[in-house]
């Protein structure tokens, strides 16, 4: 049973830094890319990064490039998202998300609010 708990949000101010971290369970983590993704209020959810199964490659949305770094532990089944320069738009429920084997599991997100 595919399992992501995230972890690492919180309330920072505008200008901030925060590292989210997402520990995953059931599955071969490193045969698998990882992602991950953020919903605000009214919005729909849209992808902010993903990484190749050996962290070689990565993608980031238009919005937080140069500020978000998407990396990956193998030996820890862990993956990290470092945000920083935080802006309010930033606010947020943030998700990890895999598909494995065709079929795209979610952890049950973290709250990161940017805020003075």
């Known amino acids: 049973q595919v399992r992501l708990v995230e972890s690492g949000g919180g309330l920072v101010q505008p200008g901030g830094s925060l590292r989210l971290s997402c520990a995953a369970s059931g599955f071969t983590f490193r045969a698998y890319v990882m992602s991950w993704y953020r919903q605000a209020p009214g919005n729909e959810r849209e992808l902010v990064a993903d990484?190749?199964?050996?962290?070689?490659?990565?993608t980031y949305a238009d919005s937080v490039k140069g500020r978000f770094t998407i990396s990956r532990d193998n030996a820890k089944n862990t993956v990290y998202l470092q945000m920083n320069s935080l802006k309010p738009d930033d606010t947020a429920v943030y998700y990890c998300s895999a598909a494995v084997v065709g079929i795209r599991s979610w952890g049950q997100g973290t709250q990161v609010t940017v805020s003075s």
């Open positions: 990484i190749s199964q050996t962290g070689g490659s990565t």
